[in-house]
């Protein structure tokens, strides 16, 4: 136990943990100490298995071409169609140039789909096929959409002129490499010339944006959409606002949005309600959030599994764990079974009041009706445990959660690890750091930043006389 990774043993080791680690590998264990020890012997199978999957065809395949040479290239295709056996339909083609359109330039794979052409007569590209060399375009870190426009512009002179598709394409390759106002250029040219985007490709500009331009650039191009384009929002455009503003904490603006949604003629569904229920949850705004579920009741919009455990999550996070039961209990009569999620956060809830005991007995009653508990609710509860200074039984979770391979948070991690030192038990934080590290929980810094920052700690606390 106590394994630093070599990159950290020189730089960040003190002198207080390079004793305290000494004196761990010097001394073994006394039988009491042994039956503190969490070691667990990894599985003798786990190397047969490696050598399984290896042996089954999991490997990586090579890819199709080496170098991005416009003659090897050429080489390759004809020496496919002069060995085939068997006709090679569009899907091939389209497949062959696909490849060599992920390694080259947008000019040599224009040029490898003229020789193809060229070659073999009998193949015929398609809209999919110009469709490739488009993506490819699009996603190139030209400064201008001049490589876009030669596509389309090719793409047109061969008899196939963009529809919803090719705006659909277009669009989502060039917000893919973060250029999103030159998708937004491009689809308001190709709904002046040739086609406009359907509701999905807009939606999913709208939602782009939210993601990356401020609210007012949002609106101006839904309002120059709707003016220059006759294309208006509809309630997922809505959706999408509301979610927006809602998770950058601007619950009037939402408020208001939802207003705006109704005089469009949209009446507001679950999860609208749902994402505004969200939003004042994220506040810890308890009462605010059983306004909105009150409303959609007098709306007539039944709630669904989500807006339970949303409300359920509201309360329990506001330290009103009381009233989360009372939905629960809403909650089941209404035909909706908790799930991992509903009993994780009155466990949070729980904690947060102090009563630990009581969130384990909620596992219990959990795993007895028949839900399974998940890594979340185990490592709530393990904070909450050592939180509680109920080491023992945190230890005894731990167990569980080691034997079924769970990762350990951040949050609960440093918690243990400072729990058990507090205790004297600084071989087992060590232990328990070893499989943080070896889980992947954790990185290896990271992981150890906390231990060390633990054992000054209790030095620190050694020497003022506050632990022993």
């Known amino acids: 136990m106590g394994k630093i990774p070599l990159s950290l043993r020189s730089a960040v080791a ?7 680690k000494s004196l761990i590998h010097a001394v073994p264990p006394s039988p009491s100490e042994k039956s503190h020890c969490f070691t667990k012997k990894k ?17 990586q395949q090579r890819p199709l071409f080496k170098s991005p040479e416009l003659d090897d290239a050429k ?32 000019d040599n794979s224009i040029s ?25 375009s699009c996603r190139t870190t030209a400064p201008s959409l001049s490589p876009v426009h030669q596509t389309l512009n090719l793409m047109v002179n061969n008899g196939f002129k963009p529809n919803q598709v090719t705006v659909d394409i277009a669009a989502r390759s060039l917000c893919s490499v973060g250029r999103e106002d030159d998708a937004v250029e491009l689809v308001k040219e190709l709904s002046l010339k040739h086609s406009k985007p359907d509701t999905f490709t807009y939606n999913f500009l709208v939602k782009c944006l ?8 949002v609106y101006n191009f839904i309002d120059e959409m709707r003016s220059s384009f006759d294309i208006t929002p509809d309630l997922v455009t809505y959706t999408i606002l509301i979610d927006n503003v809602c998770n950058s904490k601007n619950l009037r603006e939402a408020t208001r949005l939802v207003g705006v949604l109704k005089e469009c003629g949209f009446k507001p569904d679950c999860f609208v309600y749902n994402t505004i229920m969200k939003g004042y949850c994220m506040l810890s705004r308890g009462s605010e959030a059983i306004e909105v579920y009150n409303k959609m009741k007098e709306e007539g919009v039944e709630p669904d599994l989500v807006t339970y455990n949303t409300l359920i999550f509201g309360l329990s ?15 089941v009569e209404s035909g909706h079974f908790p799930d991992a999620v509903t009993y994780t956060s009155l466990m949070n809830g729980m904690c947060r009041k102090g009563n630990a005991l009581g969130a384990l007995a909620l596992l219990a009653e959990m795993k007895e009706k028949g839900c ?82 633990t054992l000054k700690w209790l030095k620190k606390a050694k020497e003022q006389g506050l632990a022993v």
């Open 43 to 59: 599985p003798s199978q786990i190397p047969q298995k490696a050598n399984v999957l290896a042996s089954t065809g999991t490997q």
């Open 75 to 106: 080489k390759l295709f004809n020496s496919f169609i002069s060995t085939s056996r068997v006709p090679l339909d569009l899907r091939f083609h389209n497949s062959f140039l696909q490849s060599y359109a992920s390694i080259s330039t947008i």
């Open 210 to 217: 939210c993601k990356c331009r401020a609210l007012s650039n």
């Open 112 to 136: 490898l789909l003229n020789h193809m052409v060229k070659t073999l007569p009998s193949f015929i590209p398609d809209r999919s096929t110009y469709h490739i060399l488009l993506s490819q």
């Open 14 to 20: 003190t002198p207080a943990i390079t004793k305290k």
């Open 317 to 331: 996070k506001s330290g009103r764990v009381s009233e989360a039961r009372k939905y629960l209990k809403i909650m």
């Open 372 to 453: 399974s508990p998940n890594s979340c609710t185990y490592n709530t509860l393990l904070h909450g445990l050592c939180k509680g200074r109920l080491l023992d039984k945190g230890i005894k979770l731990y167990l569980v959660m080691k034997e079924g391979d769970m990762k350990l948070e951040t949050a609960s991690y440093a918690t243990f690890v400072r729990a058990l030192c507090r205790e004297g038990k600084v071989a087992e934080a060590y232990e328990v750091f070893d499989y943080a590290v070896e889980s992947k929980s954790l990185s290896d810094v990271s992981a150890y930043t906390t231990l060390e920052s």
